[in-house]
């Protein structure tokens, strides 16, 4: 070797062995200062539930898990790390505690989880949070003990990507400088770390060892002194540009773990309170409605490689590599933009719409689903996935006018307009034989995905979306000055809902088809579960009908838009409300009396919340509040069911038990609590591009009161009160002067209104006799509508700062029950209020219930109940008599009575 190369060989090794015996060092250790945990408001607690799921969420990653298990890691789109668990040793004692057998309490909040473990000799609270804007998640301990503790961290190292990306071997490396552990891969770009400044390595394998799947470990050891005034921090980070960004990354959470966490409670503080809030005389009302916002939020994602949308929804992957649908839908989040819209987070919109638009086809079609990794292979041409659904290119169409409805906004459609007709022009042409029904065959599933009712040829789920999309391209259009679009598109959605009316209703069994068919020549099969063979005579005599003519949850979506015709409404509602679609936890995909039903089946007898939102609203929209409130109520006692805070996708069709497979905190599901609660029990409408507010509310007959705060209308924030008093209701609105609008909302409309106009039509009992109305002490000019079981006080008026509307009547009548959660596992048991109208000395009501039970319910009436034939009332006010009715034993399942309640006057 020439002695100047052999000198600079020597001092590159020493070079090289100085900088190992640096990084070889370990670090002082760094724990992160005790400080207050803050709390931005919501806040549920409760001992912990073996198998219950939770999650800790932020915009780039996520912990999923199960009460009682080890935990997974995300950064998305990698999955970093599962089997995350922690033990505890104790100084002087032999055995090694488990945090699955010390977990004591979970207590979640919008900014973090906490999970508490307790022993004789220490309490140990893990607070987990996933900062909102930072690839990584924090742990903070706060360890109380009697005795040194010791803290065993394990988890296994994956380094998956979502599927359907592939797999990698992950390769697990100690770095002592760092205090943590780096997967790494050959190629060097993906990247995951996991640490703490007071860890110790115990489980690196020496590379002599063969490779072995067995848990990573590092231990914490910290003296007591230290702990008084400490929190360790575990941090777990992620990269899809290597090693460098994701250490990176690993220091900024750690360096900045007080201000990360602080941001979090400050984002959820502002929004709870600067979007709409509700008071009812509820408080699981109110509860869920903050929780479902809060639920919602958690869906937003910022994708490394794709940009920000709405996910679907989060389970755990376990040993796949699909983390519960917790990657990009369209259908999915243009559902949920018509909540976010609801309670005034438009921003949210806007990014949901503008990711879409980014992967719109060039036809126009609008993405089914998008992986997490579909940046990383050839997702929109190699597989089936992304264009699967016909129904994501309407509800795109519908939620852009929506929008415009709520925000005047014009700008914003102006700059997506091409996209737009192009979404219409799609669907349109779809219509291949000009009968004015949108098709499915050859385009994509509609709502139904498989199973005994797949496939169909034209969907009414997919008309009902259809006249929608075009009734919002026609007033999209007018507001862009195209009156021949909006003309045409106003004349397609009238054509449509007439042949809706020709094709799809049933006169012998007063209902709407589920859709048409076209005959099979080949028979399908019956997938395996209960009562099969029943199941596969149906589906063979389907395969030769023109019409699936199965009474089915989905005639809701035309309903909720008002398309269906009124009579014929009422007869269907009848079935939605039936305790044949209806159970305690939510409405069934199809009635249980199919010979297609199966409890267990994904579409052939499953309970969603979706469905469940569904009937609500088109029960409001049709006049009949008391199967709205009971599908309402079903949805918002699930929030604490599983995964605190947070409704899941999908549960058994007989059981109150959701589904192994089920996504246990489902976007959609937190929807549809928001939406039918806005919208369809309180009537709040904003119209006109922001410069209209309607409020049509049809409260139960025991609520006295609602409140709502921060209602966006346009540019405008308003709060309207209203209170019940003896012959009296009295609404109040008031304007918000100089409120702000959640952060990333500071956008205007096209319009800067002073007044607004403003439309109120409360429901009242049939027999109530409205005697006058007053507008702020003035005499005001009111009219009468029917709709269903109710009748509305119509009054239409300019508001300026605010307004005070009284409107005098003598009381009329009505029923009302109450809602308990059902016990897991349990049968639906609960009666049906279908419909409760009062007339002259009588009251009418239809009623379902178990047979062979009895049941009470009340009714406030200023008249003298009388008893009857399977029936008793007993007065227990002045105004109120409870109402206990039987149920002919005849049978179990649900039975139907009509009954004629005697009213007298007194």
């Known amino acids: 070797m020439p002695q100047f190369t052999a000198a600079l060989f020597l001092s590159l090794l020493f070079a090289l062995s100085a900088a190992h015996a640096r990084a070889g060092q370990a670090a002082p250790v760094q724990l ?78 919008p ?51 979502m599927w359907p990306a592939g797999l990698m071997t992950g390769s697990l490396s100690w770095d002592e400088g760092e205090r943590a552990y780096f997967i790494t891969e050959e190629t060097g770009r993906f990247a995951g770390v996991v640490g703490s400044p007071a860890a110790r390595d115990v489980s690196v394998m020496p590379y002599q060892e063969e490779p072995r799947d067995v848990p990573a470990q590092f231990l914490i050891n910290v003296p007591p002194g230290e702990l008084k005034s400490n929190f360790i921090p575990v941090v777990i980070a992620g990269s899809v540009k290597g090693r460098g960004d994701a250490q990176a990354a690993y220091r900024r959470i750690l360096d900045s773990a007080r201000e990360l966490y602080e941001k979090n409670v400050e984002h959820y503080r502002r929004l709870s309170e600067e979007t709409t809030t509700v008071v009812t005389p509820d408080d699981r009302v109110n509860e869920a409605f903050a929780w479902a916002k809060v639920g919602i939020d958690k869906g937003l994602v910022e994708n490394p490689l794709l940009g920000t949308g709405l996910v679907a929804g989060f389970r755990t992957a376990g040993e796949s590599e699909r983390p519960g649908f917790a990657w990009f839908f369209g259908r999915d989040s243009m559902w949920t933009t018509l909540a976010l819209n609801s309670y005034g987070d438009f921003a949210t ?47 795109y169409v519908i939620a852009h006018a929506d929008y415009l409805r709520a925000t005047g906004d014009l700008a914003f459609i102006r700059a997506n307009w091409d996209s737009i007709l192009k979404a219409y022009r799609f669907t349109a042409a779809t219509d291949t034989d000009s009968n004015g029904l949108i098709e499915n065959t050859g385009v994509g599933h509609g709502w139904v995905e498989g199973g005994a009712l797949y496939p169909p040829r034209e969907e009414i789920y997919m008309q009902g979306l259809w006249v929608e999309a075009l009734r919002g391209l026609a007033d999209m259009a007018e507001a862009l000055d195209d009156k021949r679009l909006a003309s045409e598109a106003r004349a397609a959605a009238e054509r449509t809902r007439e042949a809706v009316e020709k094709i799809y209703w049933l006169p012998r069994s007063g209902l709407y088809a589920f859709a048409t068919n076209l005959p099979r020549e080949s028979p399908r099969v019956a997938d395996p579960g209960p009562n099969r063979e029943r199941r596969q005579a149906r589906m063979s005599e389907l395969d030769k009908s023109k019409i699936i003519d199965e009474d089915t949850v989905l005639p809701a979506v035309p309903l909720w838009w008002h398309v269906l015709e009124d009579e014929r409404a009422q007869s269907e509602i009848d079935h939605l409300g039936s305790g044949h679609i209806a159970t305690d936890w939510g409405a069934r995909i199809i009635s249980d009396e199919s010979r297609l039903y199966d409890p267990l ?91 209209a507010l309607s409020f049509a509310p049809q409260l139960p007959a025991d609520w006295r009161f609602v409140n709502l705060r921060n209602v966006a209308v346009g540019n405008s924030l308003l709060d309207i009160g209203l209170t019940r008093e003896p012959g009296r209701t009295i609404i109040n609105l008031r304007r918000r002067p100089g409120a702000k609008r959640q952060e990333g909302d500071a956008r205007t409309s096209d319009l800067t209104a002073k007044t607004t106009r403003v439309r109120l039509a409360p429901a009242l009992p049939l027999d109530a006799r409205v005697k006058g109305v007053k507008l702020n002490g003035r005499p005001a000019k009111f009219g009468l509508s029917r709709a269903g079981d109710v009748q509305r006080v119509e009054v239409a008026f300019d508001m300026g700062e605010g307004a005070e509307v009284v409107i005098f009547y003598e009381e009329g009548t009505d029923v009302y029950t109450t809602f308990e959660p059902p016990a897991p596992g349990a049968r639906t048991e609960s009666l049906r209020v279908l419909r409760s109208h009062a007339e002259p000395g009588a009251l009418r009501l239809l009623l379902e219930g178990r047979g062979g039970r009895s049941y009470t319910l009340q009714v406030k009436t200023p008249f003298n109940v009388g008893n009857g034939e399977g029936f008793d009332a007993t007065r227990i006010a002045d105004d109120e008599y409870r109402l206990t009715v039987s149920f002919p034993s005849s049978t179990d399942g649900y039975a139907r009575r009509e009954l004629g309640i005697p009213l007298k006057k007194r």
């Open 32 to 109: 992160v200062p005790k400080f207050p945990l803050a709390k931005s408001g919501l806040e549920l607690e409760r001992p912990t539930h073996p198998g219950a799921f939770l999650d800790v969420l932020g915009r780039k990653a996520a912990v999923f898990g199960y009460e009682h298990r080890p935990l997974e890691a995300w950064v998305y789109p990698l999955e970093v790390l599962e089997g995350f668990e922690l033990s505890f040793r104790l100084e002087g004692y032999p055995l090694e505690l488990s945090a699955a057998d010390t977990s004591a309490t979970i207590n979640v909040r």
């Open 349 to 395: 919109t806007r990014v949901a719409l503008d990711f879409l638009k980014k992967f719109q086809r060039a036809d126009g079609k609008i993405p089914h689903e998008i992986s997490q990794s579909a940046g990383l292979i050839p997702w929109f041409t190699d597989y089936p996935y992304p264009w699967a659904s016909a129904d994501a290119t309407p509800l």
């Open 601 to 691: 089946s994904y579409h052939n007898g499953s309970v969603w919340p979706l469905f469940t939102g569904w009937a609500s609203m088109c029960a409001y929209i049709y006049g009949r509040p008391h199967v709205g409130f009971q599908a309402l109520m079903s949805n918002v006692l699930l929030q604490r069911q599983g995964a605190l805070g947070y409704v899941t996708e999908l549960l058994s069709g007989d059981f109150d038990a959701p589904f192994g497979r089920s996504s246990h905190h489902q976007v959609w599901s937190e929807a549809m609590t928001v939406t039918p609660l806005l919208r369809g029990l309180l009537g709040v409408e904003v119209e006109g591009a922001g410069t």
């Open 111 to 161: 900014e973090a989880t906490t999970i508490t473990y307790t022993h004789a000799a220490f309490t140990v609270r893990q607070t987990i949070f996933a900062p909102l804007n930072e690839p990584g998640v924090l742990m903070l301990l706060d360890v109380d003990s009697v005795l040194p503790l010791t803290v065993a961290v394990r988890f296994r190292p994956r380094l998956k990507l």
